[in-house]
Nanobody
Framework: QVQLVESGGGLVQAGGSLRLSCAASGSISSLNMGWYRQAPGKQRELVARITSGRRTNYADSVKGRFTISRDNAKNTVFLQMNSLKPEDTGVYYC?????????WGQGTQVTVSS
C-alpha cells in the first residue's frame, strides 16, 4: 500500500498562490490520483483528479485557477492553486484509487484571508 504525504499548505491572502505537493512512498505511475478538500462544517469535495494517462478534470469552482499535474519519476502529484479565494479555505487531501479502494493522505491546511 502506497502512503501519501501532503505539503505546501499555509496562509495566503486572496489573489495569492500556493503549490501543494503529494509525495508517495511508492510508484504512482499506474494510479489515478487527485485532490479533495474539506471546509469546516462541509462535506469533502473533489477538487481535481488526474488519471494514469494524465487526463485531468476539475471542479467547476476551480477551473481556470487550479492545475493538477504529476511527476511519476518523483512519485509526486502537484496542485498549483492561483487566484485563491477565501472559499478555497480548507484541508486538502491527496488520494489515489487502487482496485476500487481509495487511500488518503493526512491532509494539509490551506487558509485564504480576505
Amino acid at each position: 500500500q502506497v502512503q501519501l504525504v501532503e505539503s505546501g499548505g499555509g496562509l495566503v491572502q486572496a489573489g495569492g498562490s500556493l503549490r501543494l505537493s503529494c509525495a508517495a512512498s511508492g510508484s504512482i505511475s499506474s494510479l489515478n490520483m487527485g485532490w479533495y478538500r474539506q471546509a469546516p462544517g462541509k462535506q469533502r469535495e473533489l477538487v481535481a483528479r488526474i488519471t494514469s494517462g494524465r487526463r485531468t478534470n476539475y471542479a467547476d469552482s476551480v477551473k481556470g485557477r487550479f492545475t493538477i499535474s504529476r511527476d511519476n519519476a518523483k512519485n509526486t502529484v502537484f496542485l498549483q492553486m492561483n487566484s485563491l479565494k477565501p472559499e478555497d479555505t480548507g484541508v486538502y487531501y491527496c488520494y489515489y484509487v487502487d482496485e476500487g479502494t481509495s487511500y488518503w493522505g493526512q491532509g494539509t491546511q490551506v487558509t485564504v484571508s480576505s
